[in-house]
């Protein structure tokens, strides 16, 4: 059974750091594309930032120089370090991994993690 678990949350005041962490466990072929996203509380769901395997990043416009987005594919987890924190980036924050499970499957396996607070306060 193949699980993301996510951890690293918590509360900041603006101008701090936090780092996420994300680890896929379970039994899988190879892991394709990893991410974050979150969802504040009057927002949809939105991509943070996200990595494909060759190491290719892209990230939201409004975290660009502040979040750093990478990858340990050998522990099979994937970090975001948030720098510079506003109370805007306040939200559940999802990991994210689209996964081969066998070797021959033609399109990857999309699984989420449960989600992890963040909170900034001004």
């Known amino acids: 059974q193949v699980e993301l678990e996510e951890s690293g949350g918590g509360s900041v005041q603006a101008g701090g750091s936090l780092r996420l962490s994300c680890e896929v466990s379970g039994k899988i072929f190879s892991i394709d594309k990893m991410g974050w996203y979150r969802q504040g509380p009057q927002n949809g769901r939105e991509l943070v930032a996200d990595m494909a395997s060759g190491g290719r990043t892209h990230y939201e416009d409004s975290v660009k120089g502040r979040f750093t987005i990478s990858r340990d594919n050998a522990k099979n987890m994937v970090y975001l370090q948030m720098n510079s924190l506003k109370p805007e980036d306040t939200a559940v924050y999802y990991c994210?991994?689209?996964?081969?499970?066998?070797?021959?499957?033609?399109?990857?396996?999309?699984?989420w993690g449960q989600g992890i607070q963040v909170t900034v306060s001004s």
């Open positions: 994210n991994a689209l996964l081969f499970i066998s070797e021959g499957e033609r399109d990857p396996w999309d699984y």
